[in-house]
């Protein structure tokens, strides 16, 4: 299991300690120094099932200063968030072909015990 996490972030700490306590084999990816390629945002999509504006933080300054259009394209939301990692919505949990955006304590339980193995 992956976890892309960031430690200013106390819902991604929440995240951390619940996949840790679960998870034996965790990679985390601190994903604002190591941030992804394009191939792995749109990887990433298909898993969470949601389009690339869905994955954005809009309220974050950087969004603003991208000059976001409504007629932007995927690849072009894409780059702006490859550009500016801090965009990512979090955290984000990755094990094999599913995701999810764990926000929510609810979430997170339904992720790690959907099937009872937490894969």
Known sequence: MEIWHNPRCGKSRAALE???????DLEVR????????????????????IS??????????????VGYDANWTED???DALI???ILIERPILISGKKAIIGRTE???AGFFHKDGSGK
């Open 18 to 24: 619940m996949a840790k306590s679960q998870e034996s």
């Open 30 to 49: 601190l994903y604002l120094q190591n941030p992804p390629k394009i191939e792995e945002l749109k990887a990433l999509l298909k898993k969470l099932k």
């Open 52 to 65: 690339a504006i869905e994955l954005v933080r809009t309220k974050e300054p950087e969004w603003e200063s």
């Open 76 to 78: 072009q939301i894409l």
């Open 83 to 85: 550009r500016y990692p």
């Open 106 to 108: 609810e979430a997170l």
